[in-house]
């Protein structure tokens, strides 16, 4: 969220925007009782966001920044701010917070890697168990968990992340974790999205958080409720992301590409957490930031960025998944294919309309050319003197015989120009002898120069 | 006394503003070849023609695959012929095996301005069948030369158009109708 906000500053968004679409997802989240008794496990000693439903203070509600709260402040802490309704406020618990935290009941946590927590009981959050837990499944995996903890290390402090509570970690979460950790790369599809999942998405945010610098171990074995009201078309993301994973592994495994990898997983990682901060659209938005934010990286290989973003979402068994599909739109990836494919079709569609105009403009740099494959108008008249001996004279009852005398085409028709646009056309017009050409997105070589335009507009006679 | 000659030649001037012709290729036309390799060619696949402009006599031309093509914009009958001769040889050179066959000019279109103004009603009234003006629809008076199957179109103004089929009929069209445009002139009375 925080981040969220400082990209919409930047952009001039304003930041009631974001706090409504925080509000608005809150509202929401609370109403369909998604998050409910998740049991939580160690806590993140990294920053974490609270998300407090509205019936905490609204104080807590600054657009400003994230209120931090101590390690030290107790649940005293929240209930003096529980003082307005109907707003959430997002806060991140610093750094240095020291377990255990005591999190007061009502409160939603959010973890690093974007799981939600909903604290229906007072709850406190500790590491121990993590260590232990995270411990056995990391060392399979150790090179996915330095990737993915690195990654969420990258990120910026205002990620989120939540210390799952002490409470007892489900057993089923450590059976999860290993199969979740095994099963991550090929397996993601088949894992249900729906509660299933639930254990295998804090479980994956524990490994990575397990080795960060701080070296605080993460468990999140609870269970994670909120993804399967909430969100809809997890199977969607849930295929969209299996490419993902599957290009994940080889983009981590590498060394020399970590650190892109890691940026990548990191803005992907942001994007969840802030899918789940907010409603899908400032999930979308926040995407968009993130994909802004690392836009160098993202330009580089947008492909792969969104793939490892989806990967991680779909490690985290995240119902944010829905914000893949926004963010594939906004990595403007697969447009470019797009882009690509509606260039050739336009052009050759244009190829018609525009051949004509080719050739009229170009009608004398075309001539030597005699129909070569670049251009589509040959110069008949140039052709004359060759094509003359070539082409059949029908005697009949008036020859034609005289192609000598009938084309005097050339005369007018020197040009001699290697001046030449390719380019879409938004509309040609023609009154009489009067052109109007409106062009769009198009390389022209004029008196020996390259231009680029993505608007042109010429009139011509005729 | 002298008889009052009545010159058969009045001396207007008798534009021609458009000569229409028709001729035939006696072979199938690709429309898109011509489309694209021909020069000046707007192709129009909705219609099924291909538009072909030429420059010298400033005609442009209606190609149909059929082998059909219509010339429009001749100013006189020989510049339509030989601009229908410069279309079939562009095509000959575009690669079809053209014959120019069948030439016809069908439509001769003239304008000619009277140095005097017309009551068109009563011109209407003195040419009752042949004649009709409806001021609502139109706002010149169409007289229908059968025998010289010409159309003339007289405006108040003075101005009027004829078009039959070929120049011939037009300029005897023109004579036809000035006596009577004469008699309902519009003097300043």
Redesign the interface.
């Known amino acids: 969220m925080e981040s969220i906000r400082e990209l919409f500053l930047e952009e001039g968004v304003e930041e009631r925007v974001l706090e409504d679409l925080r509000q608005l997802w809150e509202s929401k989240v609370l109403q369909s009782k998604a998050v409910e008794g998740f049991a939580k496990d160690s806590i993140n000693p990294s920053n974490f966001v609270l998300q407090l439903p509205a019936n905490f203070s609204q104080t807590l509600q600054k657009p400003t920044a994230s209120v931090v709260i101590p390690a030290g402040q107790r649940a005293q802490s929240f209930t003096a701010k529980a003082s307005h309704t109907g707003t959430i406020a997002t806060f991140s618990l610093p750094p240095g917070v020291t377990y255990p935290v005591h999190i007061p009941a009502g409160v939603t946590l959010q973890t690093a890697s974007g799981h939600l927590y909903k604290v229906n009981v007072p709850v406190m959050v500790t590491q121990a168990p993590n260590q232990r837990v995270s411990a056995q499944v990391n060392k399979p995996l150790e090179e996915q968990r330095n990737m993915t903890t690195t990654i969420t290390h990258n990120i910026p402090a205002q990620m989120t992340g939540l210390c799952p509570q002490t409470l007892p970690v489900p057993q089923a979460s450590q059976p999860v974790l290993p199969s979740l950790h095994q099963s991550q790369l090929p397996q993601h599809p088949n894992i249900p999205l729906d509660q299933s999942s639930q254990p295998p998405v804090p479980v994956t945010p524990e490994p990575s958080i397990n080795y960060q610098s701080s070296q605080s171990p993460l468990e999140s074995p609870s269970e994670f409720t909120l993804d399967g009201i909430e969100f809809s078309p997890q199977p969607v993301d849930m295929s969209a992301s299996s490419p993902l994973s599957t290009q994940l592994p080889v983009g981590l495994q590498g060394d020399s590409g970590n650190a892109q990898v890691l940026e990548f997983g990191a803005s992907a990682q942001e994007m969840v957490e802030r899918a789940v901060k907010a409603e899908e659209e400032a999930a979308a938005m926040a995407s968009t930031n993130d994909t802004m934010s690392l836009l160098p990286d993202l330009e580089r290989t947008p492909d792969s960025a969104l793939k490892l973003e989806m990967e991680l979402l779909r490690d985290y068994n995240f119902n944010e998944l829905a914000s893949i599909v926004q963010l594939d739109g906004t990595c403007d990836s697969s447009s470019e294919a797009g882009e690509e494919e509606q260039e050739q079709d336009e052009e050759d569609q244009g190829?018609?309309?525009e051949?004509?105009f080719l050739?009229?403009i170009n009608?004398e740099a075309l001539k030597a050319l005699q129909?070569a494959g670049a251009t589509?108008?040959?110069?008949?008249?140039s052709?004359?003197d060759v094509?003359?001996a070539d082409?059949?004279e029908?005697e009949?009852?008036?020859?034609?015989n005289?192609?000598d005398d009938?084309?005097?085409?050339d005369?007018?028709?020197i040009f001699d120009t290697e001046n030449v646009i390719v380019c879409q056309y938004d509309k040609i017009h023609?009154s009489k002898?009067r052109w109007k050409f409106y062009l769009k997105d198009g390389i022209m070589c004029y008196s020996g120069k390259d231009y680029v335009f993505s608007k042109a507009v010429g009139e011509a006679e005729? | 006394m002298e008889p009052v000659e009545q010159s058969n030649d009045v001396a207007l001037d008798i534009i021609i503003t458009n000569v229409v012709s028709v001729f035939r290729t006696?072979c199938h036309l690709n429309l898109?070849t011509i489309?694209?390799?021909?020069?000046?060619?707007?192709?129009k696949?909705e219609v099924g023609k291909v538009l072909m402009?030429?420059?010298?006599p400033r005609i442009t031309a209606s190609i149909w695959s059929s082998g059909k093509i219509i010339c429009t914009g001749a100013t006189s009958e020989d510049e339509a012929k030989?601009g229908a001769?410069?279309l079939?040889?562009?095509l000959?050179?575009?690669?079809f095996?053209?014959?120019?066959?069948d030439?016809k000019v069908v439509n001769v279109l003239a304008v000619c301005s009277m140095p005097f103004q017309i009551r068109l009603i009563e011109f209407t009234k003195n040419n009752r069948p042949i004649a009709s003006y409806e001021p609502e629809i139109h706002p010149a008076a169409s007289y229908r030369i059968k025998n010289l199957r010409a159309t003339v179109q007289v405006f108040s103004t003075g101005n009027i158009t004829v078009t039959g089929p070929n120049v011939q009929n037009v300029a005897l069209a023109v004579e036809y109708i000035y006596p009577l445009l004469l008699e309902c002139q519009k003097t300043l009375v």
């Open positions: 190829a018609v309309g051949n004509e050739g009229i009608a129909g589509t108008d040959t110069s008949v008249s052709c004359s094509d003359e082409v059949e029908v009949e009852e008036d020859p034609l005289s192609g009938v084309s005097e085409q005369i007018p028709e023609r002898n005729w | 006696r898109r489309g694209l390799e021909g020069n000046n060619v707007i192709y696949p402009k030429l420059r010298k030989l001769r410069r079939a040889r562009c000959q050179k575009i690669g095996k053209v014959r120019f066959s030439f």
